[in-house]
């Protein structure tokens, strides 16, 4: 089945650690999301890439890194200089062009302690 | 720049009655509208999608919006609740330029259905 996959599903941290959320994709999609979610903000986009090896900056980056090294991959570093971590993290994938609809993983939940 | 904004951060139906959720946007060209379910602890699911055409757009679980552009509105409509429409919904806006796209949310509603 077709699909965006994130893991853990649940990720606890010791405050000051950098953690590594995952996300792959088999949609064949060109480009890839990550975005944050606190409750009552909505979602916050952290990251985007439109293509392999290559990333841009999204609202709030600070605190935060990104790799694109192949199509299906587009894992998020949260580190310890991000104040507030702990939150839902969300990665979606969409098409380059022609489409405008993001498809959404089924999110980690990271709480540091 | 785009923005959503949607009025209520709450809203309590009892079943089988209408639902309609709020959503405004700002956009300085022809947008592209979006809603979207997210259930507790998972992704957020597309419900319908509005892109250019027919301003009545359908999706799935009964669910339709209507985009009117001169109250840059796109409410989020079905006819009878039911209790599985408990969830969180976001709208969505995004201006699509150089390729690639960026969707800017609402900061969602919460729908309680209530017996």
């Known amino acids: 089945d077709g699909g965006i996959t994130q893991s853990p599903k649940y990720l606890f941290r010791k405050e000051g650690q950098n953690v590594t959320l995952s996300c792959e994709q088999n949609?064949?999609?060109?480009?890839m999301y990550w975005y944050r979610q606190d409750p009552g903000q909505g979602l916050r986009l952290i990251y985007y890439?439109?293509?392999?090896?290559?990333?841009q900056k999204g609202d709030i980056a600070e605190g935060y890194s990104v790799s694109r090294e192949k199509k299906e991959s587009f894992p998020l570093t949260v580190t310890s200089a991000q104040k507030n971590p702990t939150a839902f993290y969300l990665c979606?994938?969409?098409?380059?062009?022609?489409?405008?609809?993001?498809?959404f993983g089924p999110g980690t939940r990271l709480t540091v302690l | 720049a785009q923005s959503v904004t949607q009025l209520g951060s709450h809203v309590s139906v009892s079943e089988g009655a209408l639902v309609l959720l709020r959503c405004n946007y700002s956009?300085?060209?022809?947008?592209?509208l979006f809603w979207y379910v997210q259930y507790p602890n998972q992704g957020l699911q597309l419900l319908l999608k509005?892109?250019?055409?027919?301003?009545l757009v359908k999706g799935i679980n009964g669910f339709e919006a209507e985009f009117k552009k001169s109250e840059t509105s796109f409410h989020l409509t079905k006819p009878s609740a039911h209790m599985s429409d408990a969830a969180e919904y976001f709208c969505?806006?995004?201006?699509?330029?150089?390729?690639?796209?960026?969707?800017?949310f609402g900061t969602g509603t919460q729908l309680k259905v209530e017996l």
């Open positions: 979606a994938s969409s098409p380059r062009t022609g489409y405008n609809e993001q498809f």
């Open positions: 509005y892109t250019t055409g027919a301003t």
């Open positions: 890439s439109q293509i392999v090896n290559d990333f």
């Open positions: 956009s300085s060209v022809p947008p592209y």
């Open positions: 969505a806006v995004s201006v699509s330029a150089g390729g690639g796209n960026k969707l800017t």
């Open positions: 949609l064949n999609h060109d480009a």
